[in-house]
């Protein structure tokens, strides 16, 4: 089992930045792949928007967030941070951690492909 923890969501101006960490924990979590975090705003689906490959460190990136959203890891601390800078009103999500024991390559977007969930931790853009 592995159980995953979101923090460091919360209210943010136009232009800000914010920084969310994904603990990781539980007797599996050695054998997770892939990290990724996805997104979802009222009325929509849940979307895709980073991920990271634990085998070989590549990251991967939706459209809407490249080149403002940063993915990266602690392994000592079984934590995975997203770096977000340049925020917009449309970033406004509750965003969730996901993981699984699968090397996914092409598929890292799609939900279903992920075992684990967090909770979803809340991040609103407003001025």
């Known amino acids: 089992q592995v159980e995953l923890v979101e923090s460091g969501g919360g209210l943010v101006q136009p232009g800000g930045s914010l920084r969310l960490s994904c603990a990781a924990s539980?007797?599996?979590?050695?054998?997770?792949?892939?990290i990724a975090w996805f997104r979802q705003a009222p009325g929509k689906e849940r979307e895709g928007i980073s991920c990271?490959?634990?085998?070989?460190?590549?990251?991967y990136y939706a459209d809407s967030v490249k080149g403002r959203f940063t993915i990266s890891s602690d392994n000592a601390k079984n934590t995975v941070y997203l770096q977000m800078n340049s925020l917009k009103p449309e970033d406004t999500a509750v965003y969730y951690c996901?993981?699984?024991?699968?090397?996914?390559?092409?598929?890292?977007?799609?939900?279903?492909?992920?075992?684990?969930w967090g909770q979803g931790t809340q991040v609103t853009v407003s001025s």
């Open positions: 990271f490959s634990v085998s070989d460190g590549m990251t």
């Open positions: 996901a993981a699984t024991d699968a090397v996914l390559l092409r598929l890292w977007p799609f939900p279903n492909a992920y075992n684990y």
């Open positions: 539980g007797s599996a979590v050695n054998y997770m792949y892939t």
